[in-house]
């Protein structure tokens, strides 16, 4: 019954800015922390950065002094900030809980894509 949409992807150039939303509906009360994945072609799904409800926030070292994880609670809406984007940053991006399980529904993700 939770969902995720989520959306701002686009092509730009190595050393670009995007800045993604994640728009949630449901009941998100019982979710202690969200974050933000990222699926490159070929590759597994993989975790870039978490906020939790304290607002403890956590990134992957890729993107580590690039990338800025934020909420907007009123709003029930996420945020991905990524800064000197660099074509390894290519992925289709998703959000949801920070914890997955085998039934987690998954959206659609946004396309980034960063050319060189």
């Known amino acids: 019954q939770v969902q995720f949409v989520e959306s701002g992807g686009g092509l730009v150039p190595a050393g670009g800015s995007l800045r993604l939303s994640c728009a949630a509906s449901g009941d998100t009360r019982r979710i202690n922390a969200f974050a933000w994945f990222r699926r490159a072609p070929g590759k597994q799904r993989e975790l870039v950065a978490s906020i939790s409800r304290g607002g403890t926030t956590n990134y992957v070292d890729s993107v580590k002094g690039r990338f800025t994880i934020s909420r907007d609670n009123a709003k029930n809406t996420m945020y991905l900030q990524m800064n000197s984007l660099k074509p390894e940053d290519t992925a289709v991006y998703y959000c949801?809980?920070?914890?997955?399980?085998?039934?987690?529904?998954w959206g659609q993700g946004t396309q980034v894509t960063v050319s060189s």
């Open positions: 949801n809980a920070a914890l997955i399980f085998s039934n987690t529904y």
